[in-house]
């Protein structure tokens, strides 16, 4: 079941939005050649905790981290570790906060050090390609509006969309209805209502949108070893634009 969320439940998600983009914003900063993603984790933990919120991820299934930290041709939920950051190197990192009942979720994918031009071209096309989507989030549309736009754009710029996972709706959980898919064509899914909350996230490969799992149960990698990168923001359905609620601080 859709969930719309009520204006005071809206305030709510605000505030889980703002110390999640923050959460998002430290993390991304730490990434710097001889960094270990585990440091990112305990910094990420520290923060949300400081802030009053409890990291989302941790214990979430069984996740045993704070944030996920997927390295080149990690795509998702990659599990901090021992692993030392090292130059031109691309790191995306997933976080979500949960305070008084309500969850943020955002992602975004970062350069180590010197990165090389695909890499960076990579990085920006999956960051568009979720405004493309998130101009399509509007009340009246349907999801598969937002999920053909990120679809379109990415596939244009010649890279290819994962299909195994999909964007979701937030709120007291941190995935609730709808799913979100970064593909499709347009016209299709549920209509998109004022108060409704949702994580559009693509997930973009460099080559080839094959994906191979990995035997500690969480990480997912591309199939063919080329680079991938991941965009992520909880937004607000509204009568008008739709709104980010894990905007980055001005």
């Not at 305990?42 to 996740?63: C, D, M, T, W």
Request: net charge negative.
């Amino acid at each position: 079941m859709i969930i719309v969320k009520s204006e005071r439940e809206i305030e709510l998600m605000r505030r889980a939005g703002k110390i999640t983009a923050a959460a998002r914003a430290l993390a991304g900063e730490m990434v710097k050649p001889g960094v270990t993603t585990r440091e990112i984790d305990k910094a990420v933990f520290h923060f949300i905790r400081s802030q009053g919120a409890e990291p989302s991820f941790l214990n979430y299934n069984g996740y045993p981290a704070s944030v996920c930290v997927s390295v080149n041709d990690e795509i998702i939920h990659g599990i901090p570790g021992p692993r030392v950051l090292k130059e031109g190197d691309i790191v995306s990192v997933d976080v979500g906060a949960y305070i008084g009942g309500f969850h943020g979720d955002c992602a975004a994918t970062y350069p180590c050090g010197k990165i090389s031009e695909e890499a960076q071209r990579l990085i920006d096309v999956t960051r568009q390609g979720f405004f493309e989507g998130f101009a399509q989030a509007r009340e009246g549309n349907r999801i598969s509006d937002i999920s053909h736009a990120v679809q379109a754009y990415v596939e244009a710029n010649g890279f290819s969309v994962v299909r195994e996972y999909v964007g979701h709706g937030v709120g007291r959980n941190m995935h609730e209805a709808p799913e979100i898919p970064n593909y499709g064509a347009p016209g299709h899914g549920p209509k998109l209502l004022r108060g409704m909350t949702i994580a559009v996230e693509p997930m973009v490969n460099a080559g080839t949108a094959a994906i191979r799992q990995m035997s500690d149960g969480w990480t997912v990698k591309t199939r063919d070893g080329k680079y991938a990168a991941h965009y992520e923001n909880t937004i607000l359905i509204t009568a008008g634009e739709p709104e980010i609620l894990t905007a980055p601080a001005p």
